[in-house]
């Protein structure tokens, strides 16, 4: 069973930072794209930034300029740096994983974990 650990949620103040982490399987790790995803009460699932294996970042545009995704291919694990909070950042946050492999479409999702902004 391939698990994603991810760590880092909790509660936090508008302007402050949060950094997310996710590590997965050295097996799978260093050929997948690995992205963070988020939803928020009442809302649709949205892709948050995804890093692709060579390390082209893509972000949402509600959070380009404060959010950062990483990835460490030694300790097998993506990050989350999230800069300048607001209160709509508030959501239940999945780190994901989609290994490259010919004739696959094998993907991966964490646990979640809860990020809230609030005063």
């Known amino acids: 069973q391939v698990q994603l650990v991810e760590s880092g949620g909790g509660l936090v103040h508008p302007g402050e930072s949060l950094t997310l982490s996710c590590t997965a399987p050295?097996?799978?790790?260093?050929?997948?794209?690995l992205g963070w995803y988020r939803q928020a009460p009442g809302k649709q699932r949205e892709l948050v930034a995804i890093?692709?294996?060579?390390?082209?970042?893509t972000y949402a545009d509600s959070v380009k300029g404060r959010f950062t995704i990483s990835r460490d291919n030694v300790k097998n694990t993506a990050y989350l740096q999230m800069n300048n909070m607001k209160p709509e950042d508030t959501a239940v946050y999945y780190c994901?994983?989609?290994?490259?492999?010919?004739?696959?479409?094998?993907?991966?999702w964490g646990q979640g974990t809860q990020v809230t902004v609030s005063s």
């Open positions: 050295g097996s799978i790790f260093s050929i997948s794209a």
């Open positions: 994901y994983v989609r290994p490259w492999v010919a004739g696959t479409r094998d993907a991966y």
């Open positions: 890093i692709t294996r060579g390390g082209i970042t």
